[in-house]
T-cell receptor, first 111, second 116 residues
Framework: GDSVTQMEGPVTLSEEAFLTINCTYT??????LFWYVQYPGEGLQLLLK?????DKGSNKGFEATYRKETTSFHLEKGSVQVSDSAVYFC??????????FGTGTRLKVLA | EAGVVQSPRYKIIEKKQPVAFWCNPI?????LYWYRQNLGQGPELLIR????????DSQLPKDRFSAERLKGVDSTLKIQPAELGDSAVYLC??????????????FGPGTRLLVL
């Protein structure tokens, strides 16, 4: 079945460091791919998305490129801030509106 | 625009008691999802509604869980009786189906349930 695998956390970085959180997927067909962010005590917020191969989603300095050949959608940010500390979820949506989420990666940014 | 509203935010009950969660989706959103998020995990779908019809309830434990979405707007998720393993965060999300490829889910803050 469809699945999402993302790197285990926590990821701890110093402020202004470069961030990469890896995400790979398994799916039949051509899923849409998403990154969500969850701050403590809150629900998930959509961070960015890509709906077809080679699309690049970007928002708030974060970006991710839909790579069909490597079935990946890695999240990157050039310079993280303390306020980016949260849990990040990679997700895919199969054709029938079914969303599959990864287990989440906790990011901790130190001042 | 108001976001997805859920209540209560927190609930502590003893096992075997009933519990209910309420969700008010974003106005105009005809698709509504209920998810369960266990500690340290991603959300897992329990049920999806299109308007008032439950179109995917394959992951809903029907022996103890029930849901309804009367009039295709607000929704209630119930557990009766609750078990220790039901402790989790219950998330509601909604989306508009205007454009299939642009469909985006918006999540509520969730209800954190602790069963003692």
């Amino acid at each position: 079945g469809d699945s999402v695998t993302q790197m285990e956390g926590p990821v701890t970085l110093s402020e202004e460091a470069f961030l990469t959180i890896n995400c790979t997927y398994t799916a039949t067909g051509y899923p849409s791919l998403f990154w969500y962010v969850q701050y403590p005590g809150e629900g998930l917020q959509l961070l960015l998305k890509a709906t077809k191969a080679d699309d690049k989603g970007s928002n708030k300095g974060f970006e991710a490129t839909y790579r069909k050949e490597t079935t990946s959608f890695h999240l990157e940010k050039g310079s993280v801030q303390v306020s980016d500390s949260a849990v990040y979820f990679c997700a895919l949506r199969a054709g029938t509106y079914k969303y599959i989420f990864g287990t989440g990666t906790r990011l901790k940014v130190l001042a | 625009e108001a976001g997805v509203v859920q209540s209560p935010r927190y609930k502590i009950i003893e096992k075997k008691q009933p519990v209910a969660f309420w969700c008010n989706p974003i106005s105009g959103h005809n698709t509504l999802y209920w998810y369960r998020q266990n500690l340290g995990q991603g959300p897992e779908l329990l049920i999806r509604y299109e308007n008032e019809e439950a179109v995917d309830d394959s992951q809903l434990p029907k022996d103890r869980f029930s849901a309804e979405r009367l009039k295709g707007v607000d929704s209630t998720l119930k557990i009766q009786p609750a078990e220790l393993g039901d402790s989790a965060v219950y998330l509601c999300a909604s989306s508009s189906r205007r454009d299939r490829w642009e469909e985006t889910q918006y999540f509520g803050p969730g209800t954190r349930l602790l069963v003692l």
